[in-house]
Nanobody
Framework: AQLVESGGGLVQPGGSLKLSCAAY????????IGWFRQAPGKEREGVSC????????SYADSVKGRFNISRDKAKNTVYLQMNNLKPEDTAVYYC?????????????????WGQGTQVTVSS
């Protein structure tokens, strides 16, 4: 499967963006999905993840209450809705997929990674 992220861009503090992680070549139905981000000069960190069954989702403390992860099986896509964005959310955001599961505290290895999409929060 190939994962392709989109939806990044430049937004002012307090604004919103919705990132998409679309899969090509395979269905995401059997995969857990995670969103990770990496800011310049910093290590990659987990942001949010969602189980295959959609029953379980988790968030990093820094984004709880502001970000929401969801999946649309019909579109074979996972979304990350980001609200009340802060300058510290600026990073390249990546999605990852794994048959065995994804945890935000574990950076890999995972079966598939996307190429990333840039999110910049600045006035």
């Amino acid at each position: 499967a190939q994962l392709v992220e989109s939806g990044g861009g430049l937004v002012q503090p307090g604004g919103s963006l919705k990132l998409s992680c679309a899969a090509y070549g395979s269905t995401l139905d059997f995969y857990a999905i995670g969103w990770f981000r990496q800011a310049p000069g910093k290590e990659r960190e987990g942001v949010s993840c969602i189980s295959r069954s959609v029953v379980q989702s988790s968030y990093a403390d820094s984004v709880k209450g502001r970000f929401n992860i969801s999946r649309d099986k019909a579109k074979n896509t996972v979304y990350l809705q980001m609200n009340n964005l802060k300058p510290e959310d600026t990073a390249v955001y990546y999605c990852a997929a794994d048959l065995a599961g994804v945890q935000i505290g574990v950076l890999g290895p995972y079966d598939y990674w996307g190429q990333g999409t840039q999110v910049t929060v600045s006035s």
